[in-house]
């Protein structure tokens, strides 16, 4: 992962954030952006980019490079940990996973890019992990050190407050114990798990009058946000054109199956009574988890945050285990029902998934590697819009469809063009005509310029830059490689 990120860690707009809020904290300012408190992300990534950043005396950014690179590693032997300790240390089981791993697409894109689903996915599998580990062989510690790091994933993603009730689902249907002592640990696990989680929304709350940044509005997840669920699920398995109806008969078809001999393996732990194992129990663990976060996930973007992507890079905190679970389960499936043919079967099939994910694999990590990725990449380092703004006069207000990226290789000020609808919340800008208004008369008499990169095409909530010249009047003043400048006048 070092060598793949020659240019750099790629650098998203969340990423931006994560930086920004890092080298904020760095120079004493606490986690800020903007001037601005930290709320929208939660702390635990700008906390180990800085961590990184005194380790190595480095930038934040030369520091992320080595952190990500770092995470790859840890989150690669954490799910070979996972696969050993539920097929008796199988070294095919464990290649297999290892294979799933190195030879996906999503994987390498995530891990080479400055975000929180990496140390997430890390804190949330050695937490599962643990608690697994406490259902085998129950002991205090192992419950207490399991919930601290549930604690932290939570507190690296919002999503990861997830983790807690699966892990008290898991404790109450999972463990065989009297039901005094069940209640005994998820009080105790619960208690501890939410203490980071809860004390950074009360500094939000008392920092900036918000918790999470996110407003309450109905917005449903709709059957394009299933087709959405679906697809990127079934590419990370197989990434080939078939048909909606058979990626749905496919996928279905896989977790039922994958239900059903969690259920098998379980009904066969609680007939061992006294010969309990880490594998009768850690992917029930991981199939629980992912059910919660895909409820979840549906409830945040109907009433939370419409504009969530459901794409690998979401979805990957729970594709991942569920690969070990389903690796796990296949196996001790096939020791119980002394069947090696069917483990014999699986294992042709991620064979075949892996030899067609590893040429994506291979051309992703070529790409990134030679070019860079996000606004780390070549194109943006040559950017001409970035180097006119450069030159302009300090006074002259900014507005662009990317004022982050201006702020960040620039180090100029810069703001939003005005949005006539708001994605989060989906809802209608009241006010932007009267916006877009102000913005047009300060283009006219040269005191504003828009910036208009052409690369940045997901914000459909933008005007596009011709409803800026035809709607709005604000004329081109000059045409670049990789956009426009809009305007009347300028140096």
Known sequence: MYWISAHGPGVTPDSIEFIEASRSLLSGNGLSVHGQPLVRFPPVLPLLLSATSLFLHADTLVAARFLVALLFGVNLVLLAICVQKCTAYDAVATACIILVFLCSAPVIQVHARVMSEAPYIALSTAGLLLLAHHLAHPRASLLILAALLTGVAAATRYIGVVLLPSAALALLLLDDRPLKTRSADIAIFSGIACLPLATWLVRNTLTAHATTGRVFAVHLFGIEG???????????????????????????????LLCFACMLVCKNAHAQQGHRQLRHFLPAIFVIYAVAYVVFLILSISFFDAATPVDH??????????AAASISVVWSLSETLAQRCVWRGFVGFVLFSVSINASHAISTAEQIHQ????????????SEILAYLSSLPEPTKIYSNGPEVIRFLARKEAVWIPMPVFPGAGRENEHFQDDMATVAEQCADGTAVIAYFTSITWRWYLPSQEELTSEYGIPLMRKLQDGVIMGSAGP
């Open 313 to 322: 890079r979401l979805l990957l905190p729970i594709l991942l285990p569920l």
């Open 371 to 382: 070019q860079g990725d996000g606004y780390t990449a070549r194109s943006w380092a040559q």
């Open 226 to 256: 299933v087709k959405r669920l679906i697809d990127s699920t079934y590419r990370f398995i197989l990434p080939i054109d078939v048909s909606g109806w058979v990626q749905v008969i496919h996928i279905g078809m896989a977790l039922i």
